[in-house]
């Protein structure tokens, strides 16, 4: 069951991939949105961007013990 | 035909009768037929214009400035207000009730008030009425969480009022409509609305004080006082650049604390900073379609939020529990999928999913951002979007309802069902909005202050939005065991007032060792006194040749109800006095 989901959701990301070649944007915005798959690339990296960051100022700056303001 | 009355007045009322009925049953229609009567009154008052002008004391108090702007707002808490309604059913004290439909109110007199006082009251109110409904939590952490509620909200209302008096004296004019930006009294003015816009770093009261409030009580707080700070940024300062910043920069802001929290409710208030960072950069915009768009999200977002906190709310009133990681691995999604369900269109709302309706209103403002070409507020907003995808939608339920244990000591199963109905029916009817409304999107549209150009459902918006989303999941099942809860608190900005309370407290007792020390002394000096005037010579005598006193020792409570008479009759006679006087000099003056 968790695998048939797996290969689902790959199959869909692929489709979205591949539905944002069919799509032309007839005036962009920005020179990015010429970009097949910009919105793609960007969920991703900025995913991984946004958690890495997070996660670096949580544990070098931020997080603090439960207790810390008892 | 019955003519309509301020809607504020209609909660107001309703809270102070509710206490005199008896019958449980009674006050739960009560409670339902009240917000019911709002609507009824909100769909009678269609005309634009200003209504309910009272004078009072040389000013005009305008009770309802009414047009489309302020008239969606008013729907949207309305609709609300009987969601939570439905939801907060099984709550037994009317101390909440009454808290709650003081709120409700105060938000609606806000939204509708026409001159810079009538907003100035109601704006207090709200903050004196919503902080009850963190205090009927009844415990320690909802207590402190309360008073710096209070204390930010009041310090806010000061400059509020402070930036009114200004504004009234140099322009002469109590009217509430665009301010001039610039002057000392419309900064002022903004500090007070931003304070409760939740703009960074004044938004530590949202995160700090929101988880701490009722289960039913956090799901109003969501509603009202945010938004109603979104209302009156719109009224008073589109299109003020600084607000544009502010609001993109807000949007990340919440994101990345969001990555940090446990306390699943903090996380999705975090998450109110965040969609309210859209909302404060689309009035900072400033053109008709980012104004829409910051109307029609405001709309939107009080509803998946509501939806959101009474998931989560859900979870805690069955379960007890708070924390991801008191939460995660309990396999809780086996019992209670119909709350999961309704959850995710939440989640699927917020993090703007086709055909739910945060689509059709986040990437309006998001567009609008587009169209004047602002590429830095444009990718800032995009990665909140991420941002949002990532917690409320996966990381959220996937800690909630399934997701491993982080220790092997917490495995043990905790107590789990459905919500009761009530909860559940008030979720579905959300739900139901957020779906409707997503699908249909000309029905907000139509309600907005100016004609809407936008269509959200093209080709490029959904499938860019799809590769958005389903690229975001992909990147959360690489870090999906890393993304857990951790048991810590953040700092955040409330540090320097929590912190700093303790420096103060500290600073305050040293002081009050002082006094004590100096008391101590003044009053061994009135005492020696005493007994040396009693017998200067004998009391020489006992000091240097300690000759034995025969005088009777100082007592400090001899004369003192004498005195305490004679004192208090002073008062009276300087009271009568006074009043005599007023009348006197007022009559003189007249």
């Keep these: 069951m968790t695998r048939i989901l797996r290969y689902l959701f790959l199959i869909a990301c692929g489709l979205a991939v591949l539905l944002g070649f069919l799509i032309h944007v007839k005036h962009p915005l920005f020179r990015w949105e010429t970009i097949p798959a910009f919105d793609a690339a960007f969920g991703f990296l900025g995913c991984i961007i946004i958690v890495l960051i997070s996660k670096m100022l949580g544990k070098y700056w931020l997080q603090k013990d439960e207790d810390y303001y008892d | ?590």
């Excluded at chain 2, 209302?231 to 920069?249: K, N």
Aim: with cysteine; proline share 4%.
């Design chain 2, 1 to 590: 035909m019955i003519s309509a009355v301020p809607p504020a007045f209609i909660f107001i009322l309703g809270g102070l009768l509710l206490p005199l009925l008896r019958a449980r049953r009674l006050k739960q229609v009560w409670l339902l037929f009240i917000p019911a009567l709002a609507f009824a009154d909100l769909l009678a008052m269609q005309s634009s214009g200003t209504y309910w002008i009272y004078h009072f004391l040389g000013y005009d108090l305008v009770f309802g400035k009414i047009d489309t702007l302020s008239m969606c707002f008013g729907y949207v808490f309305v609709i609300v207000a009987f969601l939570g309604m439905v939801y907060a059913l099984h709550v037994k004290e009317d101390g909440q009730h009454v808290a709650t439909m003081f709120y409700i109110g105060s938000a609606l007199g806000v939204v509708f008030a026409g001159d810079l006082f009538t907003l100035f009251v109601f704006w207090e109110i709200m903050a004196a009425s919503s902080v009850f409904l963190i205090w009927y939590q009844r415990d320690k952490a909802a207590l402190g969480a309360g008073f710096r509620y209070l204390m930010v909200h009041l310090f806010g209302g000061s400059a509020l009022l402070a930036g009114i008096i200004i504004h009234v004296s140099t322009t002469g004019s109590t009217q509430f409509g665009v301010i001039d930006y610039g002057s000392l009294s419309s900064l002022l003015i903004l500090l007070g609305f931003i304070i409760n816009a939740a703009v960074p770093p004044f938004h530590a009261w949202l995160s700090d004080a929101y988880p701490e409030a009722t289960v039913t009580g956090s799901i109003f707080l969501t509603a009202f006082t945010t938004k109603s700070a979104v209302y009156v940024l719109i009224r008073a300062f589109p299109g003020v650049e600084l607000l544009v910043w502010m609001g993109a920069i807000m949007a990340v802001y919440g994101v990345v604390y969001a990555v940090l929290e446990n306390d699943i409710r903090r996380l999705l208030a975090y998450h109110i900073i965040s969609q309210v960072g859209y909302m404060v950069c689309g009035v900072g915009l400033g053109t008709e379609m980012a104004i829409n768009g910051s109307t029609v999200h405001a709309f939107c977002h009080i509803l998946y939020k509501a939806l959101l906190f009474m998931g989560a709310a859900a979870v805690i009133h069955v379960t007890g529990k708070r924390k991801l990681t008191e939460l995660q691995g309990k396999n809780l999604y086996k019992k209670m999928p119909i709350c999961l369900s309704l959850y995710m269109v939440g989640a699927f709302s917020i993090s703007a999913v086709p055909l739910f309706n945060g689509f059709i209103s986040k990437t309006m403002v998001v567009a609008a951002a587009g169209e004047l070409h602002r590429p830095v507020i444009y990718l800032l907003l995009h990665l909140a979007s991420i941002g949002t995808f990532l917690h409320t939608g996966l990381k959220l339920p996937y800690g909630i309802w399934f997701g491993k244990a982080p220790q092997v000591e917490t495995r043990d199963a905790i107590e789990a069902k459905e919500p009761p109905l009530h909860m559940l029916i008030a979720m579905g009817m959300t739900a139901f909005l957020c779906i409707v409304t997503g699908v249909f999107p000309h029905i907000l549209y139509n309600l907005l202050p100016y004609p809407v150009h936008y269509n959200p459902y093209t080709p490029y918006h959904i499938v860019g939005m799809l590769q958005l989303l389903l690229l975001t999941a992909a990147a959360f099942w690489l870090f999906a065991n890393k993304l857990g809860g951790e048991p810590t608190v953040s700092v955040d900005t409330d540090w320097f007032y929590r912190k700093g309370a303790g420096l103060v407290m500290r600073y305050c007792y040293r002081l009050n060792d002082v006094r004590t020390g100096m008391q101590t002394f003044a009053s061994r000096v009135v005492e020696g006194a005493v007994v040396a005037s009693k017998n200067p010579i004998q009391s020489v005598q006992t000091l240097f040749f300690r000759k034995k006193s025969v005088l009777s020792p100082y007592d400090a409570d001899a004369y003192r109800q004498a005195i305490g008479v004679g004192v208090m009759v002073l008062l009276v006679l300087l009271c009568i006095f006074c009043v005599i006087l007023f009348f006197r000099v007022g009559k003189l003056l007249m």
